[in-house]
């Protein structure tokens, strides 16, 4: 993804730094959905910072459902993005896969599919613990 440019739109509420969007920005074209079924995105800095009123609006953009997030447990530092669900979605809504430049992600969304992962790696490691015989 060489032209991939991460974003995160903030606000401040009750004077604090609030990350609110998560934006990857990738360009159309990009993605070739017919070959592709997930993209998995690391987290990692540096994110360029945007307020909202410095959100452009003439960008085609998807925005990403919790549902629509991955996990991979090899990709510990990275979540994923289901493109099938994605492209089922945008068909479904009559709308054109192929013009999307970037994705809109809730950064709470995120979050949640992190500690997801922690808490059933834990669940399968405890599970792990329980049914092994040693011989």
């Known amino acids: 993804m060489s032209q991939k440019r991460i974003s995160v739109l903030y606000d401040f509420i009750d004077d604090q730094f609030v990350p609110m969007k ?3 920005y990738f360009g159309a074209g990009f993605i070739d959905w017919n070959k592709n079924s997930s993209m998995y995105i690391p ?3 540096p994110f360029y910072l945007q307020q909202l009123d410095d959100f452009p609006s003439d960008v085609v953009s998807m925005s990403i ?3 629509e997030l991955l996990r991979h447990h090899n990709k510990t530092n990275s ?3 289901n493109l ?5 979605r ?3 809504m009559g709308g054109d896969i192929w013009g999307i430049e970037q994705f809109i992600l809730l950064v709470s969304d995120i979050e949640e599919a992190m500690q997801m992962t922690l808490l059933s790696e834990r669940i399968r ?3 792990k613990e329980k049914h092994t015989v040693e011989v």
């Open 22 to 24: 998560y934006i990857i």
């Open 43 to 45: 987290i990692e800095a």
């Open 90 to 92: 945008v068909e479904k």
């Open 125 to 127: 490691q405890k599970y």
């Open 84 to 88: 099938n669900l994605v492209k089922h």
């Open 79 to 81: 979540f994923g993005i």
């Open 65 to 67: 459902s919790y549902d």
